[in-house]
């Protein structure tokens, strides 16, 4: 099998045998809990041949020696970094951001002049959409309500290619479509055909993380008012997102919505969250 390159040159595809793929997937799954199927096989292949390519290698084989040899842990984020996928835009599921609007932040009752801190936490947050869309929504609320406290958004991703996207905050006309025209005219800056650019003021309020959800601990203690953990758990199997989900609500506060993808549901297994409506729920009050 062959593609074109960048020079429009025919290439040759290295194959990538059932053995060599089937170590890679549990390399894969060991590593970051995704569960690469037989399915995904030909999406592997052509994603990781031009790594193969740019590292003078000539066999799949190679390369999984060069993952057990890599002290670094490079070989490892440029793996997951290939065969992640990162497609989002701003406002994507839009009724998740009407409902935060509406529902989760208005029932925070947080007085006025609260000096309370509000945490959101966007986990799965990919290119940075997502976290710029709940950066300019909490801001317009506290706005509107008088909430004087800080808001503080942490968006974590494993890839660092995407956060390094995220942390830059430029995106073209095809993610920005489904923004506003209020929102986009006070929350983005034009830098010119196709580039537009968010705000400082967005940027201040999001810290950006590279996190692994299989690590043993997470980085920090607090819990969040709301979580967002959308579109992520379709690569993971059923245990993987039932122990994932367990570990996410933890983190949540109780009475507080945690919200997943429109094509993802949970299990009877999360006891902690009570089912509000499709890919919202709520963590159960003690």
């Known amino acids: ?32 809990g995704i569960n690469l199927t037989d399915k995904k096989k030909a999406l592997v292949r052509g994603r990781l041949n031009k790594v193969l390519k740019n590292r003078g290698l000539s066999s799949f084989e190679q390369y999984l020696n060069l993952i057990k040899q890599d002290q670094t842990g490079m070989v490892l984020i440029e793996l997951i970094d290939r065969i992640s996928t990162n497609h989002t835009f701003f406002f994507r599921e839009a009724d998740h951001f009407a409902f935060l609007k509406d529902e989760a ?5 947080l007085p006025a002049g609260s000096g309370t801190e509000i945490r959101i936490w966007c986990a799965g947050c990919a290119t940075g959409e997502e976290a710029y869309t709940l950066a300019m929504l909490t801001r317009d609320w506290a706005a509107k309500t008088g909430f004087r406290g800080p808001i503080k958004i942490l ?4 890839s ?16 920005v479509r489904l923004v506003p025209l209020a929102l986009k005219e ?7 055909p196709d580039r537009w650019a968010v705000v400082p003021e967005l940027k201040e309020m999001i810290f950006f993380k590279r996190l692994n959800f299989m690590d043993s601990t997470f980085p920090f203690k607090n819990q969040f008012h709301v979580i967002f953990c959308r579109n992520v758990m379709i690569y993971f199997d059923r245990e993987t997102k039932n122990q994932l989900v ?8 109780p009475g507080h919505y945690f ?15 009570d089912y509000i409506k499709p890919s919202v729920y709520r963590r159960r009050l003690p």
């Open 186 to 192: 006070k929350y983005f800056r034009s830098l010119g």
């Open 259 to 273: 919200f997943i993808g429109h094509s993802e549901t949970l299990g009877r297994e999360t006891f902690e969250l």
């Open 246 to 253: 367990q570990r996410l609500t933890k983190f949540l506060m």
């Open 160 to 175: 660092v290619t995407a956060l390094e996207t995220a942390i830059q905050g430029e995106y073209n006309d095809e993610r």
């Open 105 to 109: 932040l208005m029932q925070l009752n």
């Open 1 to 32: 099998m062959s593609s074109n390159d960048s020079t429009g040159e025919v290439s040759v595809l290295l194959d990538i045998s059932d053995q060599e793929f089937l170590d890679l997937s549990r390399l894969v799954y060991d590593q970051f």
């Open 155 to 158: 968006a974590t991703d494993i």
